[in-house]
């Protein structure tokens, strides 16, 4: 899943609403952004994360890349959903050899996948005891479909592209997270990316992934049911989506469906925040910092800080990275930060990164 790459990126989300290509540079102050690049992507051509038309996928990334001047072309780009899991298992003390030659089987054990049809990564966590006091240590596995990475692979290289990372969203995440906040070693932090046709979660502490879930509902779900109640066009749902009135119907108008919508987004999250306190042994979440275009959707924010009693806030993936108007970065890009997310977190992979 993972291959090695130079120190210079493109973090490229491919969603099935649009593609943000993000690149940054080090400087004595820090990262700052080279260029920035945010393209609709066409409806129907990345279905449940799946990739309808490649041909049409790889001219969308082509396009971010030529019209901001993107001219790295090594790309490192993040799957989610039903194809990818994630899974923290606690197995017998071993060196890094024993583990290397046991990890399929280990797996094995644990995916719900047949083992051949998946490309696995994994990262030890920390050693410890097991209940039964025996030496023993975290793991942290990690699989994903081979035919979906090929096809993400695929259309970057048809764009023009050279495949350098697969990475999982959530972990991209926690990347942009840990850079730009100065997170309290012990303080849990539930992260929360609103995509147009999924949530990404990733609950972190110290560093460290403690539980990850992808859902499959996002924003879709607005535009999907403002196009049955009201009738509407799916471009004329979107727009009453995003805050503009339409043929009369204003956003205030649109709360009783938005609601409903925001609900059950709401209820997945409360699920989840629900069955790691239960399970963790740590099963506290002391904050929630959500991205994502859809947690933009009227209601969405004061629903959460409503039904959480934790400090909730939006994700800032610029705030300690510079942003100058001379480059890609500038004002015009950074408005809608949170939802470059993703696509920070995957521009800021080290070139030795797992």
């Not at 790459?5 to 943000?20: C, F, M, P, Y």
């Not at 023009?160 to 012990?186: R, T």
């Not at 205030?252 to 399970?279: N, W």
């Not at 909730?312 to 705030?319: G, I, L, Q, T």
Request: glycine share 10%.
């Amino acid at each position: 899943m993972v291959f090695r790459r130079a120190e210079s990126l493109v973090g490229l989300d491919i969603g099935s609403s649009a593609v943000k290509a993000v690149t940054l540079r080090r400087t004595s102050r820090g990262r700052e952004v080279v260029a920035v690049g945010n393209e609709p992507m066409p409806r129907g051509s990345i279905v449940d994360g799946d990739v309808v038309d490649r041909d049409v996928v790889a001219g969308i990334i082509r396009q971010a890349f030529d019209r901001n001047g993107i001219r790295t072309r090594r790309v490192v780009t993040a799957v989610s959903g039903n194809a990818v899991i994630v899974k923290r298992v606690t197995l017998p003390l071993m060196d890094e050899d024993d583990l290397a030659e046991s990890i399929r089987w280990e797996a094995e054990q644990h995916i719900p996948f047949d083992i051949k049809d998946v490309n696995l990564d994994y990262q030890v966590l920390q050693a410890g005891r097991d209940a039964e006091n025996r030496a023993s240590m975290d793991v942290l596995l990690v699989a994903a479909k081979t035919e979906k990475i090929a096809a993400y692979a695929d259309v970057i290289s048809r764009a023009g592209g050279a495949p350098a990372v697969v990475d999982i969203a959530a972990f991209a995440l926690q990347n942009a997270f840990e850079v730009n906040y100065a997170a309290d070693p012990g303080r849990v932090t539930m992260l929360v990316n609103v995509g147009a046709s999924g949530m990404n979660i990733n609950i972190v502490e110290g560093g460290q992934s403690l539980f990850t879930r992808d859902v499959s509902m996002g924003g879709d779900a607005y535009t999907e049911a403002l196009q049955s109640e009201l009738g509407l066009s799916y471009e004329d749902a979107e727009r009453l989506k995003r805050g503009q009135t339409v043929d009369g119907v204003g956003p205030e108008d649109a709360d009783p469906i938005t609601g409903t919508i925001t609900e059950h987004l709401i209820l997945d999250v409360e699920k989840t925040f629900a069955f790691f306190q239960a399970t963790a042994a740590r099963g506290r979440i002391d904050e929630l910092v959500v991205s994502g275009g859809s947690a933009a959707v009227r209601g969405f924010f004061p629903a959460l800080e409503t039904r959480f009693d934790i400090p909730v806030s939006p994700f800032d993936p610029f705030r300690r990275i510079a942003c100058s108007s001379e480059n890609g970065g500038g004002e015009r890009n950074r408005r809608p930060g949170s939802t470059l997310a993703v696509a920070v977190g995957l521009a800021l992979r080290g070139g030795d990164d797992r």
